[in-house]
């Protein structure tokens, strides 16, 4: 059964960093296209960052060159490493095996970013 | 890249049908057959309903089908049940520097 659980989620200073995990089970994350995806409080959905199974990474304008996404394959999960956070970074963060044409996800994550 | 556009509210009484547009451009929803739709109920992860314009995973009752006609897509949900009201939102590949852009979300009601 796939599962995907993310953690690390908190508050946060603006300003500060976070690091992000998906623990995936069920398959293997580096042979799949992962991604998170993120929802403000009260808001919509919004795509932030994808990484293929050939190590291609890809984000989102509002947050290309403050986080990183990536994978321990030793540990079956996926990571996204959040820097220079700001309050609009405020939202529920998902983890999610190829979303735009599967139907896995995790529970979410909370982050907020906040003095 | 700005969300896809979506009207905020739908609704009709069980049993009947409503349709949510989204609409893009021809840089994301009309230059790919690659919108997906998912439907959110409060406080739970997003679930996959149509993928590929008008695909159905697994699971999904045909009462979801999905079209697309030039910059916009659309999702229809025919013989609304109660357990139908939710949030929807639809997403569109969009290219290989932005990637994905979300629809601003409909909320539907069944009356």
């Known amino acids: 059964e796939v599962q995907l659980v993310e953690s690390g989620g908190g508050l946060v200073q603006p300003g500060g960093s976070l690091r992000l995990s998906c623990a995936a089970s069920?398959?293997?994350?580096?042979?799949?296209?992962m991604s998170w995806v993120r929802q403000a409080p009260g808001k919509g959905l919004e795509w932030v960052s994808s990484?293929?199974?050939?190590?291609?990474?890809y984000y989102a304008d509002s947050v290309k060159g403050r986080f990183t996404i990536s994978r321990d394959n030793s540990k079956n999960t996926l990571f996204l490493q959040m820097n220079s956070l700001r309050g609009e970074d405020t939202a529920v963060y998902y983890c999610?095996?190829?979303?735009?044409?599967?139907?896995?996800w995790g529970q979410g994550t909370l982050v907020t970013v906040s003095s | 890249q700005s969300a896809l556009t979506q009207p905020p509210s739908a609704s009709g009484s069980p049993g009947q049908s409503v349709t949510i547009s989204c609409t893009g451009t021809?840089?994301?929803?009309?230059?790919?057959?690659?919108v997906s739709w998912y439907q959110q109920h409060p406080g739970k992860a997003p679930k996959l309903m149509i993928y590929?314009?008008?695909k159905r995973p697994s699971g999904v009752p045909d009462r979801f089908s999905g079209s697309k006609s030039g910059n916009t897509a659309s999702l229809t949900v025919s013989g609304l049940q109660a357990k139908d009201e939710a949030d929807y939102y639809c997403c569109s590949y969009a290219g290989s520097n932005t990637l994905y852009v979300f629809g601003s979300g409909t909320k539907v009601t069944v009356l």
């Open positions: 069920g398959f293997i994350v580096s042979s799949n296209y």
């Open positions: 590929e314009v008008t």
């Open positions: 021809s840089s994301d929803v009309g230059g790919y057959n690659y």
């Open positions: 999610a095996r190829d979303f735009m044409t599967e139907d896995y």
């Open positions: 990484i293929y199974s050939g190590g291609g990474t």
